[in-house]
């Protein structure tokens, strides 16, 4: 698995209500990356980070927020969930910014009702 | 129009098949080019990526960079069940973020 665990592997919540997804690294990987597939969008960036407090926005930012205060983890928040957000979400880490390889996590189902 | 275009599938052979799964791209700045794996309810994997122009083989894969028609293609050799999963085509942009592919679904029937 490549060192990167993501939690909770599977939740439903509620329209507005705020979700807070967790990916873990064990690797000391420097950039992270938050990611949603979707049927026939493949993955689209949400935001990414490239060291601690440093983020930016991916092309699909809007309605999430990170935050990474440890080299290890890296949260996203749905601030107001809303049912566009149902989805798989995907954590990766790579090594440096041009490390041609990502590790990913096993993903987190999402669904927002 | 999206920067990676990929066939979404599903696209179904039989054991032993030679398979081509391509990609077509739009942003000539491209240099890396990398393939994923990935199996169901699982993260993609890389599975072997390449540097401009040309061929790289690893087993029974290939992938191959036409940067004059900005067409990328993977080939599996000797095809197996176990080769049954969803390959994403990334290429890497100038500021070295991946851009992904919407992947193709491959299934390989015993």
């Known amino acids: 698995d490549a060192g990167i665990t993501q939690s909770p592997r599977h939740k439903v919540t509620e329209t507005g209500t705020p979700v807070t997804l967790r990916c873990h690294q064990t690797?000391?990987?420097?950039?992270m990356y938050w990611y949603r597939q979707d049927p026939g969008h493949g993955l689209r960036l949400i935001h990414y980070?490239?060291?601690?407090?440093?983020?930016d926005k991916g092309e699909v930012s809007d309605g999430y927020s990170v935050s990474r205060s440890k080299t290890e983890d890296f949260l996203l928040t749905l601030e107001s969930a809303t049912s566009s957000q149902t989805s798989v979400y995907f954590c990766?880490?790579?090594?440096?910014?041009?490390?041609?390889?990502?590790?990913f996590g096993q993903g987190t189902r999402l669904t927002v009702v | 129009q999206k920067e990676v275009e990929q066939d979404p599938g599903p696209l179904s052979v039989p054991e032993g098949a030679i398979v081509s799964l391509n990609c077509t791209y739009s942003?000539?700045?491209?240099?890396?080019f990398m393939w994923y794996r990935q199996y169901s309810r699982k993260g993609p994997e890389l599975l072997m990526y390449?540097?401009s122009s040309g061929n790289k083989e690893d087993g029974r894969f290939t992938a191959q960079v036409d940067k004059s028609s900005k067409y990328i293609s993977l080939f599996i050799r000797d095809s197996q069940p176990s080769d049954s999963a969803t390959y994403l085509c990334?290429?890497?942009?100038?500021?070295?973020?991946?851009?992904w592919g919407a992947g193709t679904k491959l299934i390989i029937k015993p």
């Open positions: 990766a880490a790579r090594r440096g910014e041009r490390n041609t390889e990502a590790f």
């Open positions: 690797e000391n990987h420097r950039y």
């Open positions: 980070s490239y060291g601690v407090k440093d983020t």
């Open positions: 942003n000539s700045a491209f240099q890396y």
């Open positions: 390449t540097y």
């Open positions: 990334a290429p890497m942009d100038s500021n070295y973020q991946l851009i």
